[in-house]
């Protein structure tokens, strides 16, 4: 059974860091591209970031470019959310899913994000 | 970027009855080399994460009942619940995996019992 478990969401200031993590369970971790997701209070999903594979490849969303970076380790199948300079509009539940560019080989695959974590909550807020 | 603009944004119909989502991208989704529509759709429950329902447009993921359904190619597609259940009550979001650059998600429909 594949298993996100999530931590590192909280209280933060505008202008401040925080880093989430998702401990992956239950699958081959490393053969999986890997995503993030948000959904501020009320509103849809947001994709926010992607990271292949062997986290070769990264990729963001204009609205956390420059100020998110996403990481992953596969020796300890963690996949990492680095946000900084936080800002009010950051507020949200954020999702790790599996999901996303990987390689098979020398082809590219996409596909779409069939597991998701718990969930943490990020406020932004002075 | 591709854009994925859902309608209605809500809708309320009765136990049994027929419901239908619809999800419109600003390019083609479709890949040529494979046949492939990269389009899924998936469920959201107050408090819980989303689940993928359907993928490559029309392929229900295992455990689905199939009173869900995902039709199209293209750019337009369509998830219809064939006979709504209490249970189905939820927000539907279609999304593209065809850009590896921006997964974007339309802005969801929100299903409701009449």
């Known amino acids: 059974e594949v298993q996100l478990v999530q931590s590192g969401g909280g209280l933060v200031q505008p202008g401040g860091s925080l880093r989430l993590s998702c401990v992956a369970s239950?699958?081959?971790?490393?053969?999986?591209?890997m995503s993030w997701v948000r959904q501020a209070p009320g509103k849809g999903l947001e994709w926010v970031s992607s990271?292949?594979?062997?986290?070769?490849?990264?990729y963001y969303a204009d609205s956390v470019k420059g100020r998110f970076t996403v990481s992953r380790d596969n020796a300890k199948n963690t996949l990492n959310l680095q946000m900084n300079s936080l800002r009010g509009e950051d507020t949200a539940v954020y999702y790790c899913?599996?999901?996303?560019?990987?390689?098979?080989?020398?082809?590219?695959?996409?596909?779409?994000?069939?597991?998701w974590g718990q969930g943490s909550l990020v406020t932004v807020s002075s | 970027d591709i854009v994925m603009t859902q309608s209605p944004d809500s809708l309320a119909v009765s136990l049994g009855e027929r419901a239908t989502i619809n999800c419109k991208s600003s390019?083609?989704?479709?890949?040529?080399?494979?046949?492939?529509?990269?389009l899924a759709w998936y469920q959201q429950k107050p408090g819980q994460p989303p689940k993928l329902l359907v993928y490559w447009a029309s392929t229900r993921e295992s455990g689905v009942p199939d009173r869900f359904s995902g039709s199209g190619s293209g750019t337009d597609f369509t998830l219809t619940i064939s006979s709504l259940q209490a249970e189905d009550v939820a927000v539907y979001y279609c999304?593209?995996?065809?850009?590896?650059?921006?997964?974007?998600f339309g802005g969801g429909t929100k299903v409701e019992i009449k």
């Open positions: 999304q593209q995996y065809y850009s590896s650059r921006q997964f974007t």
């Open positions: 990271v292949s594979d062997s986290g070769g490849s990264t």
């Open positions: 899913a599996v999901g996303g560019g990987y390689y098979s080989g020398a082809a590219w695959y996409m596909r779409p994000f069939d597991s």
């Open positions: 239950g699958f081959t971790f490393s053969k999986y591209g």
């Open positions: 390019q083609s989704v479709l890949y040529s080399s494979s046949n492939k529509n990269y």
